[in-house]
């Protein structure tokens, strides 16, 4: 179990350095292949719409930064509650802070590596 | 057993399925029966519960399943979303409980509650992990 957990914490923290670094392949690897994530309230996007959706954010260079708030382990099943903060731009390409409390569930694939199966950043407001 | 099923499963082998409104049916109907042993059997061995506050697996969630049931507590609860990837699925639910206290008096509890389910080998859907947190009271103290 806690090697479990450690690996989860690996997962966050490289997830968190791809996502700062702007690197979309190597974030990307961090999704099962029919991963849904909803970072529109009531919008899930999965597939080819999910990527083209990430890959657009993330060509504004945002910097996230995440606590986790309680995670449960199951298996190859986690659950996550994350705390997170995005510094971004907006459409006009003025500053603009996001935050939010995400529920994430995340599958542990056969290599050893956790991926978000899915991604629900609002998921706790 | 008592107890009138108005949507078929198998109380000793139950499916919650991927259909969000059939995975509701079943559960309030397995919660609503009282019979803790049948609730429990919505989760794997393994598989988390929170609903005492404290995370619970095996045979510590069977016994507190069949404490908080005895009072025939009653469940209503609503799908606020539901997204199913692959074999596991995030469920979210506004759910209102009203069930006797101690010294028999009511207790009132509602709040949200996040739902992950699996779907295992043998292509059932269990529950995995719940979550609920709540908005007045708490579901156990």
Not at chain 1, 28 to 41: I, K, N, Q, R
Request: charged share 25%; net charge negative; hydrophobic share 40%.
């Amino acid at each position: 179990m806690s090697q479990l957990l450690e690996n989860l914490e690996k997962h966050t923290a490289q997830y968190v350095e791809a996502f700062n670094a702007g690197d979309f392949e190597t974030l990307d690897a961090f999704y099962t292949e029919e991963a849904v994530a909803v970072w529109e309230p009531g919008e899930p996007l999965t597939g080819q719409a999910r990527r083209d959706y990430q890959r657009e954010f993330l060509a504004r260079r945002p910097k996230i930064s995440t606590t986790t708030r309680q995670s449960f382990v199951t298996g190859d099943t986690a659950l996550l509650i994350v705390d997170w903060v995005i510094d971004t731009v907006d459409d006009q390409g003025a500053p603009e802070r996001l935050t939010g409390t995400g529920v994430d569930v995340l599958r542990l694939g056969e290599d050893g590596i956790w991926r978000y199966a899915v991604d629900d950043p609002y998921g706790q407001d | 057993m008592a107890f009138d099923f108005s949507t078929d499963f198998d109380p000793e082998n139950p499916d919650l399925t991927d259909n969000t409104e059939i995975q509701n049916e079943i559960f309030l109907q397995a919660f609503n029966s009282g019979d803790g042993a049948l609730f429990n059997r919505l989760y794997l061995e393994d598989s988390i519960s929170n609903f005492s506050g404290e995370p619970l697996t095996g045979a510590a969630r069977l016994a507190f399943f069949k404490e908080f049931l005895a009072p025939k507590p009653s469940l209503k609860a609503e799908v606020t979303h539901a997204y199913v990837a692959g074999d596991v699925a995030l469920i979210g639910v506004k759910y209102s409980i009203d069930t006797t206290g101690e010294n028999g008096e009511p207790v009132h509890l509602e709040g949200v509650c996040t739902d992950v389910l699996r779907r295992g080998e043998d292509g059932r859907w269990l529950m995995s992990i719940d979550r609920p947190v709540a908005a007045t009271g708490l579901v156990a103290e």
